[in-house]
């Protein structure tokens, strides 16, 4: 046997096994040697080792014997480690994968490869999180088991994931690291129950170095992958492996999920990716300009416009990162400058759906309860300081975040004439610069209003 046959013998697999299988499982596979009988084929991880030699050994073996009817045997292993770990690898007369401790790393999902912490901003609201996972990603002894990250949707919990994934498989090349989402663990838990494999299923679970579980809140209220998930979990724990779970909410408020499983799950570090503020969506809007200039060389975006973004859309960043796309395709199309007009023409649809319905009636009763007065005693005619900062700061929000004119505002205040209303918007202004509980006030209720 040499490589060359080898590649025709894998044409002959092709016909058999079709492109699909062959693509994923048989095109992986290099022919290494041929000794004593046990031809040694090289293989990208240990997970596609098993599979292989699971489902597709007795084909292989077969068109083997007719180039040279004294190999007997099959092996697959990962290269670089194959000879320091020979047990690690997979031969056929093993039907039960060998893996105590598999070297390679293995992800069943694929990993994006633009998530990585380079092209992750960093803000006040995410700051904790991305730390956490730096921490995790530098691969050292356990600390905190689980990490779990959770936030609401598209604000960045599996671009963290697959930055820990893609640092430990650089600074860790031996590590087996395992990333899925939780629908995929149930979907692998399925088909092993169905073709009673259950054996492999905890094998390969079970001799990972790190297990990355993403959108956890899927197996609530499926009885057996939670019981499995359980199970898997304090296996990894008790053999001080890590493990990271990302969800849409706190494990507590997870409905249909056991309470040992909350609990289990409440045991490490749990940190939540906060809504994104302004500055954090500016940020990460000029980093998204920066990758977009790639593609679109030449194309400059007018001052002011990511500004106007970052204020307008307050949703979530793949709604902002989609909006970016959408008005470099388009001014590239149409050969228009990203200005401010070529803004509101395009993106009119998204801009109309995250337009802010924020109503002073709103403002004025939050930040009545924020400084704990009553909304009768902002409103009215008190001159008291304990109540005029209030009103100022709700006379601030109420032009910042809604429509309305200073004599419209002014209106709403008991009445007051429109220089009032002028003069408290600049007092804030000012001590928003001066005055740090002033500024952690304003975003405080900002965030709330904008909720
Ligand atoms: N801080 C950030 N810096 C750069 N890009 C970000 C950041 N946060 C989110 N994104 C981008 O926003 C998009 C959505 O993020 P991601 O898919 O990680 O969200 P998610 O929290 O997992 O959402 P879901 O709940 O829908 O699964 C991705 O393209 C991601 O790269």
């Known amino acids: ?69 004294n190999i007997r045997r099959l092996h697959f292993a990962v290269p670089a480690l194959a000879a320091a770990h020979r047990t690690n690898a997979v031969t056929t007369d093993k039907p039960v994968p060998t893996t105590p401790k598999t070297s390679g790393s293995m992800a069943t999902a694929p990993l994006d490869r633009r998530f990585t912490f380079d092209t992750f901003v960093v803000g006040k609201p995410n700051e904790l999180a991305h730390a956490a996972a730096r921490r995790v990603a530098e691969g050292g002894p356990v600390t905190f088991n689980p990490l779990f990250l959770y936030g609401g ?95 849409d909410r706190a494990p507590g408020e997870i409905k249909d999920l056991e309470d040992r499983v909350k609990s289990r799950l409440q045991c490490g570090l749990v940190v939540d990716l906060h809504p994104t503020d302004y500055e954090l969506r500016l940020g990460i809007l000029q980093s998204k300009v920066e990758q977009q200039r790639l593609n679109y060389p030449g194309l400059e975006v007018e001052a002011g416009v990511l500004e106007f973004l970052a204020h307008r859309i307050s949703t979530n960043v793949r709604v902002l990162e989609g909006a970016l796309t959408r008005l470099f395709a388009f001014a ?11 803004t509101q023409d395009c993106l009119s649809d998204v801009l109309r759906a995250s337009e802010r319905k924020i109503t002073v009636e709103e403002i004025q009763r939050k930040v009545s309860d924020h400084y704990n007065i009553r909304l009768s005693d902002m409103i009215g005619p008190k001159r008291l300081r304990s109540y005029a900062r209030p009103r100022q700061v709700a006379m601030y929000l109420c032009k910042k975040l809604t429509s309305r004119s200073l004599p419209e505002i002014g209106r709403r205040f008991g009445g007051r004439d429109h220089t009032t209303v002028m003069h408290g918007v600049k007092r804030i202004e000012e001590l928003k610069i001066q005055d740090g509980q002033i500024a952690e006030d304003l975003e405080l209720l900002r965030r709330a209003l904008e909720e």
């Open 1 to 69: 046997m040499t490589k060359e046959k080898w590649g025709q013998l894998r044409q002959r697999l092709l016909k058999t096994v079709g492109q699909n299988n062959y693509t994923n499982w048989i095109e992986p596979i290099e022919f290494r040697a041929n000794e004593e009988g046990i031809a040694t084929f090289d293989v990208p991880t240990n997970f596609l080792g098993n599979y292989v030699n699971q489902n597709f050994a007795d084909l292989i073996l077969h068109e083997l014997k007719s180039e040279d009817p």
């Open 332 to 342: 590239s199309l149409v050969g228009r400058e990203i200005n401010m007009d070529l």
């Open 153 to 247: 949707v598209g604000l960045g919990k599996t671009h963290l994931m697959h930055a820990i994934a893609h640092e430990l498989r650089q600074r860790k090349p031996g590590m087996n690291v395992l990333y899925l989402s939780a629908e995929q663990f149930m979907y692998r838990f399925v088909q092993a129950l169905r073709d009673r494999k259950m054996m492999d299923f905890k094998e390969i679970f079970r001799s990972v170095d790190v297990l990355m579980v993403d959108d956890v809140q899927f197996i609530a209220g499926k009885g057996s992958t939670q019981e499995e998930f359980f199970h898997t979990f304090n296996a990894l724990v008790d053999q001080n492996k890590q493990i990271i779970i990302s969800a």
